[in-house]
């Protein structure tokens, strides 16, 4: 299983981004699909997951600012990010559970100017 991650750039406070996961096998067959991040100095933090059912978690910093979808016709999960702040600029990983493996794209950086 293959994800390539897209979107990540550099937004101004109070700015919007919108990631992408794309996965090289039907997204039908990913249990849990979602988004880590990593900033300098600190430990990976869970920013949102969303299972088979649509079912979704989101990491409290997060929490009504950002959303997470999967598109089941593209094989392809999203993070819909707004209200955006230098606190959440970090190296923004998908991730796939398939089976019991977990996959990891290769990261996407987001930088967030006050």
């Known amino acids: 299983v293959q994800l390539q991650a897209s979107g990540g750039g550099l937004v101004q406070q109070g700015g919007s981004l919108r990631l992408s996961c794309a996965a090289s096998?039907?997204?039908?067959?990913?249990?849990?699909m979602g988004w880590y991040r990593q900033a300098p100095g600190k430990q990976r933090e869970m920013v949102a997951d969303?299972?088979?059912?649509?079912?979704?978690n989101y990491g409290d910093s997060v929490t009504g600012r950002f959303t997470i979808s999967r598109d089941n016709a593209e094989n392809t999960g999203s993070l819909q990010m707004n209200s955006l702040n230098p606190d959440d600029t970090a190296v923004y990983y998908c991730?796939?559970?398939?089976?019991?493996?977990?996959?990891w794209g290769q990261g996407t950086q987001v930088t967030v100017s006050s």
């Open positions: 096998v039907s997204i039908s067959s990913i249990n849990v």
């Open positions: 991730h796939a559970r398939v089976g019991p493996k977990t996959y």
């Open positions: 969303i299972d088979r059912s649509g079912s979704t």
